[in-house]
């Protein structure tokens, strides 16, 4: 069974930090670019970041370079991403993703998702 198991969401306070774990299995990990989109409400899910554990290439995406960095424990089939310098405009549900494709940012080219994880910054 494909599992992607998300983890770390909390409330922080602005400027704070939280990390986030997306543990995987049921599949071939080191296949797969890994990583995550976010959602808020009325609003399309989109990119944030991605690895892929093949050659620890990585992709973030605008709004997040210099405070996020994922990385990749491929012994524990896991994927972090450390946010740094939280904003409240961060405060979404995060999904973990996995995608035979490579990093791209199309929420329909996933082949996984995990559940999400909600993420609320306070001002």
């Known amino acids: 069974e494909v599992q992607l198991a998300e983890s770390g969401g909390g409330l922080v306070q602005a400027g704070g930090s939280l990390r986030l774990s997306c543990a995987a299995s049921?599949?071939?990990?080191?296949?797969?670019?890994i990583g995550w989109f976010r959602q808020v409400p009325g609003r399309e899910r989109e990119r944030v970041s991605c690895?892929?554990?093949?050659?620890?290439?990585?992709y973030h995406a605008d709004f997040v370079k210099g405070r996020f960095t994922i990385s990749s424990d491929n012994a524990k089939k896991t994927v972090y991403l450390q946010m740094s310098s939280l904003e409240p405009d961060d405060t979404a549900v995060y999904y973990c993703?996995?995608?035979?494709?490579?990093?791209?940012?199309?929420?329909?080219?996933?082949?996984?998702w995990g559940q999400g994880t909600r993420v609320t910054v306070s001002a």
């Open positions: 690895i892929s554990p093949s050659d620890m290439s990585t």
């Open positions: 993703s996995a995608e035979i494709l490579g990093c791209t940012e199309a929420p329909y080219h996933q082949n996984y």
């Open positions: 049921g599949f071939a990990f080191a296949d797969y670019a």
